[in-house]
């Protein structure tokens, strides 16, 4: 228990020290106000965005946005992963396109997405999706097509059904490699909705920070990365300890 | 004793590059029913591919297997294989791997097949441990419990002790000696190691190395439990290996 108290100690002693640098540079006077707000002018913010409910449905919006741009991405992803790792006809069917189409950078897709859906919701759902689709879908092609095949011959020796080789073989190997994925196209679905909002929209914390940033209202711009920030720890925590909970062989320790 | 397993004029080749390679060539063979053969040779000298052949998992490229008349031509539940590694899923507990083979049976039966069998090799303790968390020692012990929990008629050892210490291997040589008391079961195992195949062996079967062909075939005729320090186990530990030693060409140091 003491350990786990002093571990997260350590944790915390950076951004401990960041913000005591942050706040004596700016009360002191050396680092000008419009260049760096102070401390508490962006606490101050954050408070009155959050009693106002402002910086709580900015956030919702974002949120929302990523949980269906990202939902169909994972539902998508891994549909076509495990059907593209799991039969060479797909493969080679599907393998090529998906291979040059992940080269374009989401941002590229933006203008031709606002031509194509307009500013609203679609759009935003839609370059999310396109972001974190590939991160997910290319991941669990390699995890499946990585599976180490004489586990794969054990399966066989015992006659295991094609669906039982895929449900306990192919699918429990490409678990981790799978989660990567999950974890890296939600990250990059956070950079997707905010550079789709700043570019685009008239709503969600993108949108907000790029209001304050014509408004020169940087207290605001600074509360928006924050609220960005931790909101992305939250959902990774999420993910990690959805992480943890598929995989428990994962955890266990080896005192062979 | 009865014939239980023949291997009758077997052949395989592969394709390679200019040609074919030959592994095994007109390999005559006949096991009887309980008996230890066990097969020693270089390694790369094809005998793990008759075993894979015996095992269903390979097809001759001509000659013919059969098991008590049948002709094998798959994986089948009356011969299971144990691997130089233990190959157990990671994803399982143990107990859970020591049921795989048992797919089709009731949830219950399973368990209690897999527990009296775990209880053999001495792991009743470990059963809700995953793979991670054993020794190499015990996971092989695993592997046996997995192989025989499905009862097979023919247990294919490929060189199953290999990678472990030679105290562990010792244990696990008596534990197949073990096996065969409790089941009866008919035994092919393949080895490098001389002094593991006269331990065992009622015969043992020497290959020649490219394309693998058998060079002589030995009866055992020693009591048991054997004596490893014994002149007579000596003897054969000699003659066998007096195949693998070549005479020495003279080495001339000078070309006049």
């Known amino acids: 228990m003491r350990t786990k108290t002093l571990n997260l100690l350590e944790m915390l002693v950076l951004p401990a020290l960041i913000l005591l640098a942050w706040h004596w540079s700016t009360v002191t006077g050396a680092v000008p106000s419009i260049v760096l707000p102070t401390l508490s002018a962006v606490g101050s913010s954050i408070a009155g965005q959050l009693v106002s409910g402002r910086l709580q449905s900015d956030v919702l919006i974002s949120v929302s946005r990523i949980l269906k741009g990202y939902g169909l991405a994972v539902v998508f992803g891994l549909a076509f992963g495990v059907a593209t790792g799991m039969s060479a006809h797909v493969d080679r069917f599907f393998g090529g396109l998906f291979r040059a189409i992940r080269q374009i950078p989401m941002v590229a897709w933006v203008p031709l997405l606002v031509m194509w859906f307009g500013i609203g919701e679609e759009s935003k759902v839609a370059v999310i999706f396109l972001a974190s689709f590939f991160q997910v879908l290319l991941n669990t092609i390699d995890g499946i097509q990585h599976c180490d095949k004489r586990l794969v011959e054990v399966g066989k020796m015992y006659r295991l059904s094609p669906w039982q080789l895929f449900q306990k073989i192919y699918l429990p190997s490409a678990l981790p490699q799978i989660f990567v994925g999950l974890k890296l196209g939600l990250s990059v679905s956070w950079m997707a909705v905010v550079a789709a909002e700043m570019i685009a929209a008239s709503s969600g914390i993108g949108f907000r920070i790029n209001d304050a940033r014509a408004l020169l209202d940087y207290p605001t711009v600074f509360s928006g990365m924050i609220a960005i920030a931790v909101a992305g720890v939250l959902m990774d925590v999420v993910l990690s300890l959805t992480t943890r909970a598929c995989m428990p062989w994962e955890r266990s320790e080896s005192h062979g | ?256």
């Open chain 2, 1 to 256: 004793m009865a014939e239980k397993l023949r291997v009758e004029g077997v052949s395989k080749s592969f394709p390679s590059r200019g040609g074919t390679l030959s592994v095994l060539e007109h390999i005559d063979l006949s096991v009887a029913d309980g008996e230890i053969v066990v097969i020693v040779g270089h390694s790369g000298c094809g005998k793990s591919t008759l075993l894979k052949n015996i095992a269903g998992l390979e097809r001759p490229t001509s000659g013919s297997i059969t098991l008590d008349g049948t002709p094998i031509t798959a994986p089948g539940p009356d011969r299971t294989m144990i691997f130089q590694e233990h190959r157990l899923l990671p994803w399982m507990t143990i107990i859970d791997n020591v049921a795989f083979g048992l797919q089709g049976l009731p949830k219950a039966e399973r368990l209690e097949t897999a527990r009296h069998y775990l209880d053999l090799v001495g792991l009743s303790e470990f059963e809700r441990a995953y793979p991670a968390q054993l020794s190499g020692g015990m996971s092989q012990r695993a592997a046996i419990a997995r192989a025989l929990a499905t009862k097979p008629e023919v247990l294919l050892l490929d060189e199953p002790f290999g990678a472990l210490d030679v105290l562990t291997k010792m244990d696990l040589q008596d534990e197949i000696l073990n096996v065969r008391e409790c089941e009866a079961t008919t035994m092919v195992m393949v080895t490098h190691d001389i002094d593991e195949a006269v331990y065992l062996a009622d015969r043992i079967v020497v290959m020649s190395n490219r394309p693998g062909k058998i060079e002589e075939i030995v009866p055992v005729e020693l009591g048991r439990p054997r004596e490893r320090g014994s002149a007579d186990f000596a003897w054969y530990t000699k003659r066998i290996l007096n195949h693998f030693l070549k005479p020495r060409e003279k080495k001339f140091d000078y070309v006049i």
